[in-house]
């Protein structure tokens, strides 16, 4: 019964892809008998961009359907939506007094979003990595599963989480980052060397989870590879053959040197369709019961209403604890 705690959360923008799905849902499927999992939407941080509100509360409802057709069970996991938890932006702003602008300003993906959205660099942008810091201490997360491009992110967690207990005595859980090996990252069909993004212009670099098995099999078909016509791993040679084959590898749950003598003297063809058919025959269920359920927006709402409801018990617990020990009056 001693179960260890997992924290994750995907932001509300839509248009998941195949990497959102092979990077995150697919393992957080896998964790769910063996942990105690909280998984969120992060709706709060997606006001760090422009949204037009409808389509914000679309895809975040549209998301909560996602989490369960891709194979999270609502009755073992706490799902829910952040914003109904205010316990996260009340301990994100008292995190906030425990951080430095100077660690703020290290922050990559900071820069990276100030570079992309220059007409819009906002302070929410700024400390984006306190609120989601707020997310995972608030319910003593022992692991934390995401891509390689949130390690800074965790780091700093732990820097936060480090900083109070050290000043107010042992409150917060020091999390780990937890990154599966293969799938940790999906990298774009054309450009391989960068990863699946959703934001990506090129729709032909992505497959998204609501294509048409005939999209997802042209998309393959058009995949870049090289000229050797083998199919072999070797991601500084060949990125492109790689990553198909870590698709692969994910779906089958084949190693890569079993691929490569599944596939010996065949070309890139036959291991290309061999790919598209492996990722139509896994999406096409999700895709079914993913329909099934926003045509029921009441069963929509009782399964996060089932998570926000666990998920403030807990958070509730420790926001008290926290403003106890800064001295707030509680
Ligand atoms: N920043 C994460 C991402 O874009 C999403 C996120 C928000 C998150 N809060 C979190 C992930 C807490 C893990 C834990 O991928």
């Known amino acids: 019964m001693n179960k260890k705690t997992i924290l994750s959360g995907i932001q509300a923008t839509g248009n998941l892809t195949l990497g959102n799905y092979l990077g995150a849902l697919n393992n957080w499927v896998e964790m769910q008998e063996e942990y105690d999992c909280y998984y ?42 952040q914003s109904h938890i205010p316990a996260h932006t009340q301990l994100s702003w008292v995190l906030n007094c425990y951080t430095y602008m100077g660690e703020l300003n290290r922050m990559t993906q900071f820069k990276d979003k100030a570079a992309k959205h220059a007409d819009n660099i906002n302070s929410g942008l700024f400390t984006y990595p306190v609120l989601m810091a707020a997310d995972i201490l608030l319910y003593n997360a022992d692991l934390v599963p995401v891509g390689e491009d949130q390690r800074q992110h965790l780091e700093i967690t732990r820097d936060i989480a480090e900083r109070f ?137 009782e399964i996060y209403e089932m998570g926000d409801q666990k998920a403030a018990e807990k958070a509730n617990k420790l926001i008290k604890e926290v403003y106890k020990k800064v001295g707030l009056v509680i």
């Open 165 to 301: 207990n050290s000043i107010y005595g042992e409150t917060f859980k020091i999390p780990d980052a937890y990154i599966a090996k293969i799938g940790a990252k999906i990298m774009g069909l054309q450009n391989p060397t960068s990863k699946m993004s959703k934001s990506a212009p090129d729709p032909m670099d992505k497959i998204l989870l609501t294509d048409t098995p005939d999209d997802i099999r042209k998309k393959f078909k058009k995949a870049v590879t090289d000229s050797e016509n083998c199919v072999r791993y070797d991601r500084e040679a060949k990125p492109g053959v790689s990553n198909l084959m870590g698709i692969y590898g994910i779906i089958k749950n084949k190693t890569m040197e079993e691929i490569e003598k599944e596939f010996e003297g065949q070309g890139y063809g036959t291991f290309k369709s061999a790919v598209a058919e492996a990722v139509v025959e896994r999406l096409e269920p999700i895709q079914n019961k993913h329909n099934e359920l926003l045509e029921n927006p009441e069963k929509i709402k």
């Open 40 to 81: 969120m939407i992060a709706d709060l941080h997606t006001l760090t961009i422009r949204n037009d509100p409808e389509t914000l509360r679309k895809n975040t409802l549209e998301l909560i359907a996602l989490y369960v057709a891709a194979g999270l069970d609502p009755e073992k996991n706490t799902i829910f939506v």
